[in-house]
């Protein structure tokens, strides 16, 4: 997976609940990125960071919010999970041109 | 329209066939193109990038059209490991926060 690790790979939460998923890499590149992808509707970007420190919106970042304290770590947070946020959510770098992505994390909001 | 559209798939081809995998784009200030490959319960992982002049990985051929606003990829003699969701990737005005992901077109090769 080209240095970009998940955690944690699966996750159920109950409506309302909170979490973290971590997004680490060791490739010490500058941009990182959050991903959900649902049946239909294809990869869609939730936020990204073009580095230490910095943080933007995609696409979807309704819900979420995400920090980048470190550079190799990007985390994405849910303060309170809605069943639409069932999703299977990737991490992703970029060298240049070229993305990066992490195994993804399955998540289930009952 | 929606930015980035593929076909919708899912082709089902027996191996050693050609297949041809069409993409169009609607944002004319899309600078970088890319075809990404997605295995079932997997993670995209970039399978080639698509230049104006054409490239050429073994038995994959990518094409660009920017006057139409179209990508294309080709898989001669295809085999049963091509089996898989493709993803048209498209970069607008070069900026590595706007990438745009097409919702992909499955292939199943058959024996």
């Known amino acids: 997976n080209a240095g970009v690790t998940q955690t944690p790979k699966f996750r159920v939460l109950k409506t309302g609940q909170s979490m973290t998923l971590l997004c680490a890499q060791d490739m010490n590149h500058e941009y990182m990125y959050w991903y959900r992808q649902d049946p239909g509707m294809g990869l869609r970007l939730i936020h990204y960071?073009?580095?230490?420190?910095?943080?933007a919106k995609g696409e979807v970042p309704d819900g979420y919010n995400v920090s980048r304290l470190k550079k190799q770590n990007f985390l994405l947070g849910l303060e309170s999970a809605a069943p639409s946020q069932t999703s299977v959510y990737f991490c992703?770098?970029?060298?240049?041109?070229?993305?990066?992505f992490g195994p993804g994390t399955r998540l289930t909001v009952l | 329209r929606k930015e980035v559209e593929q076909d919708p798939g899912p082709f089902n081809v027996p191996e050693g066939a050609t297949v041809a995998f069409n993409c169009t784009y609607s944002?004319?200030?899309?600078?970088?193109f890319f075809w990404y490959r997605q295995d079932c319960r997997k993670e995209p992982k970039l399978l080639m990038s698509v230049y104006s002049s054409g490239n050429e990985d073994g038995r994959f051929t990518a094409q660009l059209n920017r006057a139409s606003q179209y990508i294309s990829l080709l898989i001669r003699d295809s085999k049963l490991s091509d089996s898989a969701t493709y993803l048209c990737?498209?970069?607008?005005?070069?900026?590595?926060?706007?990438?745009?992901f097409g919702k992909g077109t499955k292939l199943s090769v058959k024996p």
């Open positions: 960071s073009v580095g230490e420190g910095t943080t």
């Open positions: 944002n004319s200030a899309s600078q970088s």
């Open positions: 992703a770098i970029s060298d240049a041109n070229t993305q990066y």
């Open positions: 990737v498209v970069i607008v005005g070069g900026s590595q926060g706007n990438l745009i």
